[in-house]
């Protein structure tokens, strides 16, 4: 983590010298804005990767001997039967399409997202999946 997090903050001067660069050059804000939040992002990013690298254990990434095979194992858990990330997934397509064609979409797609994100949060707490 530490070398990600050194890639970011580096990445984040870069973007922040490109910004004073392209704003000073193009007087153009829209562009010059999104360069100057890139820049906050990558900070944002680094620091925490900063962050958490002091606080975890060294990876195979931070090791330069290391083989791409030491990283192997297991990631985390991801849910393999849940079908609420795709009504989420209409839900929010639904409320990203009422900025388009009308707000009175929001109506049918706000009680889609809301069930889908209940769904999702409490699958593991109802019926044959409930831990004990």
Same mark, same amino acid.
Do not use: M, N, R
């Given at each position: 983590m530490k070398v990600q997090g050194k890639m970011f903050i580096w990445l984040s001067l870069f973007i922040l010298i490109m910004a004073a660069v392209y704003g000073a050059w193009s007087k153009e804000p829209a562009g010059t804005t999104a360069l100057f939040l890139a820049f906050g992002l990558c900070v944002m990013i680094g620091y925490y990767l900063a962050?958490? &690298?002091r606080r975890v254990d060294a990876g195979a990434m931070?090791?330069?001997e290391a083989d791409v095979a030491d990283d &192997? %194992?297991?990631? %985390?858990f991801f849910s393999p039967h849940s079908w609420q990330p795709l009504a989420l997934g209409v839900g929010g397509a639904l409320a990203f399409l009422a900025v388009a064609m009308g707000w009175w979409?929001?109506?049918f797609s706000a009680p889609i997202i809301l069930v889908a994100l209940w769904g999702w949060v409490f699958e593991y707490y109802r019926g044959e999946n409930r831990t004990q």
């Open positions: 962050f958490t &690298a931070d090791d330069k &192997a %194992g297991e990631v %985390g979409l929001l109506y």
